[in-house]
């Protein structure tokens, strides 16, 4: 399978607390992009990483992206109780296909 | 600015039964995906088209699974005869084209086989 994996599968913190996933993926990239996913909003576009950066915000996240380690990472900066969610990385390899990640649960605490 | 469509949301069947999905992409979005998601794995890509071609099959199931987005516009995804091993959400997605880098999903439909 080419599907990447995510790291961890489950987190549970705090409101307020930072939450950090981590990604591997197994191809040459274009982009990396992450997803967040909840019952109530589905699957969103959050952030895309294009693989001549390594570092990119947006808000109350930051994205890296190592390619010569075929990995990223997603911070959460003072985490709320609506970032409850799902949360994919999905690797572009060809121009617009996806190929998602195993994605990790994260539960926030109020 | 309206979002992607589908129905219906929810679909129990019996195996062996038939099924189908429909899609209504963003208005304008040249490019439509399928995607499977299996409960606790991440979606995976059934099929992509542009525009009313098909761009990616590779990973559709031609035996049981087709799909047609006849006039470029709204899709469905069916399902004949579905098996056990079906039971996920379908995922429907658009995007203003090939070129461009965000995907945005439906809200999904879920199917149970039983």
């Known amino acids: 399978s080419q599907q990447g994996e995510e790291d961890p599968q489950a987190l549970s913190i705090q409101e307020g607390e930072n939450a950090t996933m981590n990604c591997s993926y197994k191809?040459?990239?274009?982009?990396l992009q992450w997803y967040r996913q909840n019952s109530g909003r589905g699957l969103v576009h959050l952030i895309l990483?294009?693989?001549?950066?390594r570092e990119k915000h947006s808000g109350r996240l930051r994205v890296t992206l190592d390619t010569s380690k075929k990995s990223s990472s997603l911070l959460i900066t003072a985490s709320r109780a609506a970032d409850t969610a799902s949360y994919f990385c999905?690797?572009?390899?060809?121009?617009?296909?996806?190929?998602f990640g195993t994605g990790t649960r994260l539960q926030v605490f109020p | 600015e309206a979002g992607v469509a589908q129905s219906p949301r929810y679909k129990i069947i019996e195996k062996r039964q038939s099924v189908a999905f429909w899609c209504n992409p963003i208005?304008?979005?040249?490019?439509l995906y399928w995607y499977q998601q299996i409960l606790g794995q991440g979606p995976k890509l059934l099929i992509q088209?542009?525009?009313?071609?098909?761009?990616?099959d590779s990973q559709l199931p031609k035996d049981r699974f087709s799909a047609e987005r006849l006039k470029g516009v709204d899709s469905t995804l069916k399902i004949q005869p579905a098996k056990l091993e079906d039971s996920a959400v379908y995922l429907c997605?658009?995007?203003?084209?090939?070129?461009?880098?965000?995907?945005?999903f439906g809200p999904g439909t879920r199917l149970t086989v039983l």
């Open positions: 088209f542009q525009n009313n071609g098909v761009v990616d």
């Open positions: 208005s304008g979005h040249a490019t």
């Open positions: 191809t040459s990239i274009n982009n």
């Open positions: 997605a658009s995007s203003l084209s090939r070129l461009t880098d965000t995907q945005y």
């Open positions: 990483i294009r693989s001549n950066e």
């Open positions: 999905a690797e572009e390899f060809n121009t617009d296909k996806l190929i």
